[in-house]
């Protein structure tokens, strides 16, 4: 077991740069996820952590050491891969041991590490088996059983369950979320799944085009995104975007978001934005949930507004209902019963407490 | 709109079925029939051998049924297997396959390995380089060789014509290209990750090739084995080149020189010579056909 980390790391392909200087402290036993859009550098990063890929500049450290030239074998690490990579020709318990035999350990230990790494797994009746005798959630038990048996002091996991069904992911996701509660390994995972992202980390980093967005536990992503990508990247269906500026009305501060709709900020809020000028061109970011049907007794911070709803999507515990404001596509969530129809009229209710508001050129949460 | 749906999925399906079956019916009859005529386009000669095989030299030249053996006779077989001067050739033959196919596979495996996995400077170019020297004809090559042969044999002593050793150095011209460009498909056919896992498993590149890729690559190293064996075996022409004497002979060519004198062919002894001659590979064939088959469609799909 042991830190990671990396200083500033770069990696350059002829003259694309696919990894633009990632700095990350990873704590011993944290299971960090990095997750982010295709091509945004999370695997190249993982890669480069196993020693698969080169370094074009910066450091990695593990345990303290850097480990820039250090060989892949001897960075004591342990890879699961999206494609399981197991060997064909070797049975589960061979494919399991096959580390520990190259480096010389001695058969009874081998033995009890396999038979161990296969409980904890649940696999102890295919012990004998091939691997094209696995169904795709057993093939992943085994190579998760690869990676625990050699006890290396970091596991990077490459989209490992990105090969498997929805319903088996689900049930794979817990399973690793279990295995790391037993052997508390430092874990890095790599996913293009905001989700997964969620459910299994510690801490998520949040990268893209090559560069970190975000690094927080999964709540602070969620409830204080630090920019435009984060805050509709993670959580879904993703939070709205309306263009709005501030005005003074009478005293207090007012959100514009229409020509029609403008509603007097929370104390709070009004505090935090008062600085900012009034001709800045802002977002309102305001997640589906915090966009329901409207009550008779509603919250302070909470304003009323009349629309048209464009579509409805009933989900069962909630209805998904979709409109425009002067052209801007918004998603609210309402219950069930609220009475939400296709083309509807509909009072909503916007709750400002939870809103957040962004420079629409920078993309900056203010 | 139940109705519609009713309707549809009554009636549909039996148009369909039906004439899906027909048109597969008729594929398969115009399949058989050309299948049959191969066959016996390409059965007819062995069976003409094996007739031939069977008869005294008498009822060759004799006015009857060529198709025919009316006195059948194993005095051909006889006579070759006693003969110490065919198994003499047959002896060179074996010797001479068997190292071929080792010095083959002791070269093209760990080169289509390299060309295929370690991307090195010039990998790529060096791969299709292997690929056309394969392409230059042996009608091409056997001169100059010669001529290098013969100046190295001057300069150095060492005889090197008129040896069956010779052969050692010229068949792997022929097979280990091709062998590595066999090679080098059927590495690139299996996945990325499984010589990464093995590299992070603690596998150096050799433990990786003998513990993972060649038990894996399997079918294709037997196809290109069979492949070395069919080519040294039945080579023709370099061994009419470069090997004279009646004890240095390899089976093609010893076959040739010594049952035809002048304008005499001893017909009955050449066509037996010939079967047994083809007895090798076809064994090795029908035990290994279903790797075999295996090896050459490997690449097309991925597995």
Avoid at chain 1, 81 to 108: C, D, I, W
Avoid at chain 1, 280 to 291: S, V
Avoid at chain 1, 347 to 360: G, I, P, Q, S
Wanted: net charge neutral; glycine share 6%.
């Amino acid at each position: 077991m042991a830190d990671v980390a990396l200083r500033k790391v770069v990696k350059r392909y002829d003259d694309v740069e696919a990894v633009r200087g990632i700095d990350l402290d990873i704590a011993d036993h944290e299971f960090i996820v990095l997750v982010g859009p295709s091509g945004c550098g999370k695997s190249t990063t993982l890669r480069m952590i196993a020693g698969l890929e080169d370094i074009s500049d910066g450091d990695i450290l593990i345990g303290g050491d850097v480990v820039n030239d250090v060989p892949p074998k001897d960075r004591d690490i342990a890879m699961v891969f999206q494609n399981y990579a197991l060997y064909p020709h070797m049975t589960v318990a061979e494919n399991m041991s096959f580390g520990l035999r190259l480096k010389h350990y001695p058969k009874a230990e081998i033995k009890a590490r396999v038979t161990e790494a296969a409980r904890l797994l649940d696999i102890t009746d295919l012990i004998d088996r091939k691997p094209k005798q696995l169904s795709g959630g057993q093939r992943q038990r085994v190579a998760m059983g690869r990676a625990i048996v050699r006890n290396p002091k970091v596991f990077l996991f490459d989209e490992p369950l990105s090969n498997l069904d929805a319903k088996l992911r689900v049930q794979m996701r817990i399973e690793i979320k279990k295995v790391h509660q037993k052997v508390r390994t430092t874990t890095v995972y790599v996913t293009h799944d905001q989700v997964e992202a969620m459910t299994l980390a510690d801490r998520v980093v949040v990268m893209n085009k090559g560069r970190i967005e975000q690094i927080g536990t999964p709540n602070e992503l969620y409830h204080k995104p630090a920019t435009r990508f984060v805050a509709g990247f993670i959580g879904s269906p993703a939070m709205n975007f309306i263009p709005c500026r501030l005005e003074d009305v009478g005293g207090t501060l007012q959100i514009r978001l229409t020509d029609r709709i403008a509603f007097a900020l929370p104390p709070a809020r009004a505090a935090r934005y008062n600085a900012l000028p009034r001709t800045e061109k802002l977002l309102l970011g305001i997640r589906p949930e915090h966009l329901t049907e409207s009550h008779a007794h509603l919250a302070p911070g909470v304003e009323t507004f009349d629309t048209v709803l464009d579509v409805t999507e009933p989900m069962g515990m909630e209805t998904l209902v979709y409109f425009g404001l002067d052209g801007t596509p918004v998603c609210g969530r309402v219950d069930p019963n609220a009475g939400a129809k296709d083309g509807a009229p509909m009072r909503l209710a916007m709750d400002l407490n939870n809103m957040h508001l962004l420079n629409e050129e920078t993309g900056v949460v203010l | 709109m139940t109705t519609v749906t009713i309707d549809k999925a009554t009636r549909t399906p039996k148009v369909k079925y039906g004439s899906m079956s027909r048109d597969r019916a008729w594929a398969l009859r115009w399949s058989y029939f050309f299948l049959v005529i191969f066959a016996i386009f390409f059965l007819t000669p062995p069976v003409y051998m094996l007739i031939t095989s069977l008869k005294s030299s008498a009822e060759i030249s004799a006015a009857t049924n060529p198709w025919w053996v009316f006195h059948p006779t194993l005095e051909n077989y006889t006579s070759l297997l006693t003969s110490n001067q065919f198994l003499r050739f047959f002896w060179n033959s074996a010797i001479v396959s068997i190292f071929v196919v080792t010095i083959t596979m002791l070269i093209s495996v760990p080169a289509a390995f390299a060309l295929s996995r370690m991307r090195f400077w010039g990998s790529a170019t060096l791969a299709t380089g292997v690929f056309l020297t394969y392409l230059v004809p042996e009608t091409l090559l056997f001169i100059p060789l010669f001529k290098m042969f013969a100046v190295i044999g001057d300069f150095t002593g060492i005889q090197l014509i008129n040896r069956w050793y010779v052969l050692l150095i010229l068949y792997p011209t022929l097979t280990v290209p091709f062998c590595t460009w066999i090679m080098i498909g059927y590495f690139a056919s299996i996945p990325k990750e499984l010589d990464e896992a093995a590299i992070i498993d603690g596998a150096s590149w050799f433990q990786t090739l003998t513990r993972i890729f060649i038990p894996v690559a399997l079918p294709g190293l037997i196809a290109a084995t069979i492949f070395a064996f069919t080519v040294s075996w039945a080579q023709f022409l370099y061994p009419l080149v470069f090997t004279t004497s009646t004890d240095q002979l390899v089976m093609p060519v010893g076959i040739i020189t010594t049952l035809i004198k002048g304008d005499v062919f001893n017909w009955g002894q050449i066509m037996t010579g010939a079967l047994l001659g083809a007895a090798p590979p076809l064994i090795i064939y029908a035990f290994l056909m279903d790797y075999y088959i295996a090896g050459l469609t490997a690449g097309a799909t991925k597995g």
